[in-house]
C-alpha cells in the first residue's frame, strides 16, 4: 500500500496509526500558494520569502482520477521516447516513482541524466537542489524540469550564500589565509550535495569540495589533505558523524549558529576547531531517537538497526549501521537469512525496501508516518502535466543556473566526483548489490535567488 493510501486511510480513521498532521491527506496542490514547505516533517522549518512557489495547474491535472494520470504520463512518456528521461529519488511517492527511468539518491541520478545521452529533457522528480545539480552536470542543450517547485529542501535552506560568505569573512580573519609548513591553508569549505548552486560554485572558488552522505570521509580526508581545519555545510549532523567516525574528538567540532558573532564561538574554540559545523540538519532524520532503537531492540530481538547519518550522533552510535541510502539498499540486499531491519530514513523508501525484499521484516524506526514534505510535493499530477507540455513543444518549471555559477560549482562537483566513497571507520561496505540506478517496474513499487526558474 502507498504512503499516500496509508495516510489517507489513517486521516479518515480507516486504518490504525498516525501521521505528523492530517493535513497529509490533502491534496498537494492545495499548499501551493501558501508559505511553507507544506504538511510533512519540515512543516515547522521556516522557509525563505525567496523560496520558489509553484503556480496553479490546470484543473484536468487536480481533478483527474490516478488512473488517468498513470495513463496520461505513460501515453506522454511513450511518444516522446528517447527525447526525455525521468529519474526519481528513492523518497519519492511509490506513485510517481513507478514512472521513473531511473531510481537512486541524488548524486546518483544526476550521473543517470548523464547516460541518456539523446535526452532533450531531464524531468527530476526530487527536489530543487538535485535539480540544479543535474543542469550543472548535463548538456548545455538539455532541459531540466521539476514538476513542482515548491519541492524544496528546508535543510539546504538553512545556508544561504550570504550567511556563508559572512561567516567566511569572520574566520578567513581569525585563521589568516598563509599555508603551514605542510602547505596546508588555514580552512576549507566542505559543503554537502544538499545545498543550493551558489554554495557549491563558493566551494569551488575557494579551495573547497561538495560531499555526499556516500563519500564524507573520503571527502573531510581530501580536505584535510590541503587544509588544516574544515568548514562543513549545511548538515551538522553528517559533518559531525563522519568526522567523529574519523576520530576527531566533538570537542574540535563547534557549531556556527550564523545569527550569532563567531557563530556563538569564542575565538579560543574556533583555533582549536579542527571541523567547524554549521547549524543545519535534515527534518526527516532529526525524527529518530534512541528510545525508538531501544524500543525496536525490545520488540524485535535481533533486529538489525540502520540509519542514515543525517540523524543525530546519538542515535547512529546507538545503530549497528549508519550509511547513506544506497548503503542502507546494499545492507539489506546482501542479508542472505531472512532478518528483520529497523530503519532510520525516509518512510517512501523504508515500505518500498520492505515491499522489494518481503524475506526480511524491514519497518521504520519512527512509528509516525511523516514523509519529507518537500519530496511528498511531486505528485503524478504535476508529471502529467509537465510531460503533455514536453508533447506540444512546451518547457515548464525549467531550472537554469547561471553560467557563472555553473563553472566555480561544477569545479567542486567534479572534485567530489573522483572522491570514490568508501565505508565509516568500523563499518563494512556490503558490496555492489543491488544500487536502485534503473527503476522498479510498477509492478514492483506497487535556493532560487542564483537560479532561474521558467514556469
Known sequence: MSIATTIELISNGRAAGATCTPDLAAPTWDFDTVPGYGPGSSMSDVIPTSAPRQGVIPDEYRNAPDDELHERIERAKATLGDRVVVLG???????????????????????????????????????????ETADILARDDQRVILPNLAAGCSMADMADID?????????????????DADGRVPVIPV????????????????????????????????????????LFFPDQHLGRNTAKAMGISTDRMPMWNPRLAGGGNTAAELLEAQVVLWHGFCSVHRRFTVDQIAQARREHPGVQVIVHPECPMAVVDAADVAGSTDLIRKTVAAATEPTTFAIGTEINMVNRLAAEYPQHTIFCLDPVVCPCSTMYRIHPGYLAWVLEALVRGEVLNEIVVPAAVQIDAKVALER????????????????????????????????????????
Open 191 to 230: 559543503t554537502y550535495m544538499n545545498s543550493a548552486a551558489d554554495l557549491k560554485a563558493f566551494c569551488g572558488r575557494n579551495g573547497g569540495i561538495v560531499c555526499t552522505s556516500s563519500n564524507a570521509a573520503t571527502v573531510l580526508e581530501w580536505a584535510f589533505e590541503r587544509g588544516q581545519r574544515v
Open 89 to 131: 529519488h528513492f523518497y519519492q511517492r511509490d506513485e510517481v516513482v513507478r514512472h521513473a527511468d531511473f531510481l537512486g539518491d541524488s548524486f546518483q541520478l544526476a550521473n543517470a541524466a548523464l547516460t541518456k545521452p539523446d535526452a532533450e529533457a531531464i524531468v527530476f522528480c526530487g527536489v530543487h537542489f538535485m535539480a
Open 163 to 179: 550567511s556563508v560568505e559572512a561567516a567566511w569573512a569572520e574566520l578567513t580573519a581569525l585563521y589568516g589565509t598563509e599555508p
Open 416 to 455: 567530489m566526483l573522483a572522491a570514490k566513497p568508501r565505508p565509516l571507520a568500523g563499518q563494512r561496505d556490503p558490496g555492489p548489490a543491488a544500487t536502485g540506478t534503473a527503476a522498479p517496474s510498477a509492478a514492483a513499487t506497487g535556493t532560487a535567488a542564483t537560479t532561474t526558474v521558467r514556469a
